[in-house]
């Protein structure tokens, strides 16, 4: 099991950086990259450490192939990468940093899905992205105070990858019934553990307050640690997140990732004989997208994405099997509400 050494998850976390860095014995040089958005961030903590560490403060355009090499080049003389920001600058630095066979720090500026602190990349790669292998955060600095200030948006989407564990967990449980595939009673109830923490707090989970980050993070990592105790993303990953990689595949402007798993999870509830309705409302509490409207997709993208959801890692077995009809799809997606 590859676990993060060190999660801290404070207000003004990022002025501890330094310690961090001691208390993991890192020397040299460091690399911090962070987004566009985010370098008045990055330039922070450039400052913050620059007693006891010199580093280079780099932006990272977009989370594609070619920039990860870029990132990775420009670290082969350092000693870490930190890496500062939501979604893109996080992936791509996480990625350089194995290409540059050096340790990631990751601070999430955002907590928008769980690769703030999970193995995972999601990358670029022909236009589409894909979710590649990387590796465990040595470190995760969580400043409550930055994170609360990110758009609403982010954090609901956060919430929503979370809520994904639902269908994930019963999705690898089939999977062990009817493949005989190896399974993990911690990691499937810890996974649980998480979603469960999110719907009985749905209601409170409210814009700039960081008490509903401390609880948004603090299950992300979770849901992370669950990864690394399965070996695999299984306890966090199953058809709703096939569901979300199609309709990446097949909207033109798809919606954040953590918002199309979180309308994945009522469908495939709904075919696990799960707690749809349940799961809904708590989305609903929360603020998020329930529906195609509110994903901003059309009707027949839905469908499409539902049909072509089983070509997704199709070794993974979840509960789209073979796949559906479009009889199927079309029924699931109007018995849930998803389309009209
Ligand atoms: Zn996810």
Same mark, same amino acid.
């Given at each position: 099991?590859?676990?993060?050494? !060190?999660?801290?998850? $404070? /207000?003004?976390?990022?002025?501890?950086?330094?310690?961090?860095?001691?208390?993991?014995?890192?020397?040299?040089?460091?690399?911090?990259? &962070?987004?566009?958005?985010? &370098?008045?961030?990055?330039?922070?903590?450039?400052?913050? @450490?620059?007693?006891?560490?010199?580093?280079?403060?780099?932006?990272?355009?977009?989370?594609?192939?070619? %920039?990860?090499?870029?990132?990775?080049?420009?670290?082969?003389?350092?000693?870490?990468?930190?890496?500062?920001?939501?979604?893109?600058?996080?992936?791509?630095?996480?990625?350089?940093?194995?290409?540059?066979?050096?340790?990631?720090?990751?601070?999430?500026?955002?907590?928008?899905?769980?690769?703030?602190?999970?193995?995972?990349?999601?990358?670029?790669?022909?236009?589409?992205?894909?979710?590649?292998?990387?590796?465990?955060?040595?470190?995760?600095?969580?400043?409550?105070?930055?994170?609360?200030?990110?758009?609403?948006?982010?954090?609901?989407?956060?919430?929503?990858?979370?809520?994904?564990?639902?269908?994930?967990?019963?999705?690898?449980?089939?999977?062990?019934?009817?493949? =005989? %595939? $190896?399974?993990?009673?911690?990691?499937?109830?810890?996974?649980?553990?998480?979603?469960?923490?999110?719907?009985?707090?749905?209601?409170?989970?409210?814009?700039?307050?960081? #008490?509903?980050?401390?609880?948004?993070?603090?299950?992300?990592?979770?849901?992370?640690?669950?990864?690394?105790?399965? =070996?695999?993303?299984?306890?966090?990953?199953?058809? $709703? /997140?096939?569901?979300?990689?199609?309709?990446?595949? @097949?909207?033109?402007?798809?919606?954040?990732?953590? %918002?199309?798993?979180?309308?994945?999870?009522?469908?495939?509830?709904?075919? /696990?004989?799960?707690?749809?309705?349940? @799961?809904?409302?708590?989305? +609903?509490? @929360? =603020?998020?997208? !329930?529906?195609?409207?509110?994903?901003?997709?059309?009707?027949?993208?839905?469908? +499409?994405?539902?049909?072509?959801?089983?070509?997704?890692?199709? +070794?993974?077995?979840?509960?789209?099997?073979?796949?559906?009809?479009?009889?199927?799809?079309? #029924?699931?997606?109007?018995?849930?509400?998803?389309? %009209?």
């Amino acid at each position: 099991m590859l676990l993060p050494r !060190v999660v801290v998850m $404070e /207000h003004d976390a990022i002025y501890g950086t330094a310690n961090v860095l001691q208390e993991l014995k890192l020397d040299g040089e460091g690399l911090i990259a &962070c987004g566009p958005n985010t &370098c008045k961030f990055g330039k922070k903590i450039e400052d913050i @450490i620059a007693d006891k560490y010199a580093a280079t403060t780099l932006t990272i355009r977009s989370a594609t192939i070619e %920039e990860v090499e870029h990132v990775a080049n420009q670290a082969t003389d350092k000693s870490f990468i930190i890496g500062v920001g939501g979604g893109k600058s996080i992936d791509t630095a996480k990625l350089a940093s194995v290409k540059a066979k050096i340790p990631f720090i990751s601070v999430p500026t955002a907590a928008s899905h769980d690769g703030i602190a999970s193995s995972r990349s999601s990358i670029h790669c022909k236009d589409k992205p894909h979710s590649i292998e990387a590796q465990t955060p040595l470190a995760v600095i969580a400043d409550t105070k930055i994170i609360a200030q990110a758009p609403q948006r982010l954090l609901i989407a956060g919430c929503g990858d979370i809520i994904s564990n639902y269908t994930a967990v019963k999705d690898w449980d089939l999977a062990r019934k009817l493949k =005989g %595939e $190896e399974f993990s009673e911690y990691a499937a109830t810890l996974s649980q553990m998480t979603t469960q923490i999110i719907f009985n707090y749905s209601a409170q989970i409210k814009p700039n307050l960081e #008490d509903s980050v401390r609880l948004v993070v603090k299950a992300l990592v979770s849901s992370s640690v669950a990864m690394s105790i399965a =070996g695999s993303s299984r306890p966090a990953s199953g058809s $709703e /997140h096939k569901f979300s990689h199609a309709l990446d595949q @097949i909207a033109p402007k798809p919606a954040l990732h953590g %918002e199309q798993c979180a309308v994945g999870t009522i469908m495939m509830a709904y075919l /696990h004989g799960g707690d749809w309705q349940g @799961i809904r409302q708590s989305l +609903e509490n @929360i =603020g998020a997208p !329930v529906d195609a409207k509110d994903l901003g997709v059309d009707d027949e993208q839905i469908i +499409e994405a539902l049909l072509y959801a089983k070509n997704i890692r199709p +070794e993974r077995y979840t509960i789209l099997g073979e796949g559906l009809t479009r009889k199927a799809a079309e #029924d699931l997606a109007k018995a849930t509400m998803v389309i %009209e």
